[in-house]
């Protein structure tokens, strides 16, 4: 039987080698988008996927230009309603529990938002670790701005105003209480399960919002604010409605599947 020559043994290597180096290029291709735009030449998921998501991320800017516009009008009624220019307990109240509430409890829900326009790009923990520090921050305005609240009337809780102020102030902190149960329960191997704890956690921060939301309204409907303020208090009014909104929209569905998911 003839031996193959030396020719055909450098084809074969030839062969192998070619087939060897084309099959990484070719897994490569596997993992790359499907969709190809020819005019630009770059590699696209979906236009309708993408504008979506900019027309989200967009309202999303919005919605954030939108809360600094409450919380610069909190604070200068604030500062300037006193003619002395003196500063009272009522007014820390209205600087404390105004901010609290409508930029740091709120920016704490929206660091989880999946369109939020500056964590989007970070990690699931470092939401967390962003949206504790928030909301402690936060409690702690809370609690500063209702004792001060209670301290100008004498501890008498009569309004609407008040009796609303103290319901979210009790919310707000069992939320984040319950939160970080949660968040130690899920890190820790706890007699604690994480998951019922976490939609605990969840539904109370939603109402404690919602409830802290719905106190300063009312505080822009009293004739202390709205007098002197006329049209503006509507205004503002009419973009605490529309934060609250926005705000509890993205928790809420998260609150279903998180409950779906734990049953």
């Keep these: 039987m003839d031996r193959p020559s030396t020719s055909q043994h450098s084809v074969d290597k030839v062969e192998v080698f070619e087939v060897r180096e084309h099959v990484p290029y070719q897994a490569e291709l596997t993992r790359a988008p499907t969709a190809y735009d020819e005019e630009s030449g770059n590699m696209y998921n979906s236009s309708w996927e993408s504008a979506w998501r900019a027309i989200c991320q967009l309202f999303n800017l919005l919605h954030h230009m939108q809360v600094a516009i409450i919380v610069y009008c909190v604070w200068h009624f604030a500062l300037t309603s006193a003619p002395d220019g003196s500063i009272s307990n009522l007014q820390l109240h209205i600087i404390f529990a105004g901010t609290g509430y409508q930029l740091f409890l709120v920016e704490a829900i929206l660091t989880l938002h999946r369109h939020n326009s500056w964590s989007s790009q970070m990690s699931k923990d470092s939401k967390r670790v ?25 501890m008498a809780i009569t309004t609407p105003h008040g009796i609303c102020g103290v319901i979210a102030l009790v919310f707000a902190m069992v939320s984040f209480i319950t939160g970080i149960i949660a968040l130690f329960s899920s890190k820790v191997r706890l007699l604690v399960k994480s998951g019922p704890v976490k939609i605990l ?34 205004a503002l009014i009419v973009f605490v409605s529309m934060t609250l909104l926005y705000v509890i929209v993205q928790p809420i569905y998260d609150l279903i599947s998180t409950t779906r998911n734990s049953m």
Excluded at 212 to 233: E, N, S, W
């Design 130 to 154: 962003v949206h504790g520090c928030l909301q402690l921050i936060g409690s702690m305005f809370v609690i500063g701005g209702t004792f001060l609240g209670l301290s100008h009337v004498n």
């Design 201 to 234: 956690h969840m539904a109370l921060g939603i109402f404690a919002v919602s409830m802290g939301l719905v106190t300063i309204a009312i505080g822009f409907t009293m004739d202390y604010f709205a007098a002197p303020q006329g049209g503006l208090a509507t």
